[in-house]
């Protein structure tokens, strides 16, 4: 029993916010009789998300490297500008438009992490300064008004489905086919993770309890998707948030660009002495910043089939509590991308719960503050006591 409980309490531990987000999702189900896991309910709160999340990942590795940027919410929306006035005005096609615009996010990252990396300007200047250069070319583009609409192929990007290839009537039978394959995958590589711990003598957890973690995920998964196949299957951003969470998480933790990021963020000096190019990999973590905010800015714009004066507000504030909601340490070289993500999900599960409740803004954002310091604290009392 004491085992059990052992193994329970690192658990619980090391998945604190995975736990603080079970726990709001469970609270918001009772509290709005069920409503927030109907099936499009859960499609809703994907696609309303999906940017805020990607804005996380990259917000993640800027604040791991001891930076920060405030000016990722303009940034979407000068390249949702951009994206309007090259497919709209100028009739661009719409992947050749798409390549400009990412292009652009990287050569805007690059300004941005030449001040910061180079001329050693703290971050929060620069980012502060780009946030309100990039505001105003956004007006200066949009003339202050809003341009609509998007090609049919661009909206897609943001609000399509993947096709039922099995042809299903009353489910998706594609989407429950791709999420047996993704359960499948995973089972594989934990059991391969595990046989490679053993190889080496590592401890491992008891086969009992690794047999519990994987009935665990695959439950998640196949439940998660069977909710989706109930409505109308796997929204395309799906797919691309799940790639990109998979590409990045291999990149900080299996790449050595990955551990120069939290070894910068961990120790700049030292790292520059053990010939760490620290200068490079602060410069590169915010050129990837600028495509991510690049890449944001689009899918917002193909959702709202517009590019606005205002998209784009509060975005980097979104991102930034994601990040720290997920475990990201202020002083750097503490956080993961699965991270941000969970923390990103706190929140717009937080937004979507309150806004079925019916709840003003105004107790929305004092309820938002508090949970997100008591998120917060519950992860780092759990810290201090490991």
Known sequence: MKAFLNIVQNNVRQYSMTCALLFIMLLFQLLTDGILLQPLNITNIILQNSYILILAIGMVMIIITGHIDLSVGSVAAFIGALSAILMIELNVNPVLAVLICLIAGALVGAWQGFWVAYVQIPAF????????????ITLIMLE????ASYPPSFQQLSSGFLPD????????LFSMFLGIVLTAVLIAIQIKGRKKQLHHDLPVASPAWFAVKLVAI????????????????IPNILILLVALIAFYAFVTKRTVFGRHIYAVGGNEKAAALSGIKTKRVTFAVFVNMGILA?????IFAARLNAATPRA??????????AAFIGGASAYGGVGTIIGAVVGGLVMGVMNNGMSILGLGIDWQQAIKGLVLLAAVAFDVVNKRRG
């Open 125 to 136: 200047i620069v980012t502060l300064a780009g946030m309100l250069i990039f505001r105003g």
């Open 144 to 147: 202050g008004q809003s341009i």
């Open 165 to 172: 290839l099995f042809n299903g009537d009353s489910i998706h």
């Open 218 to 233: 695959a439950a998640v998964i196949l439940v998660f998707t069977y909710v989706l196949a109930s409505y109308r299957g």
């Open 294 to 298: 690049a890449l944001s800015g689009l």
């Open 312 to 321: 784009g507000n509060l975005f980097e504030l979104d991102a930034i509590a």
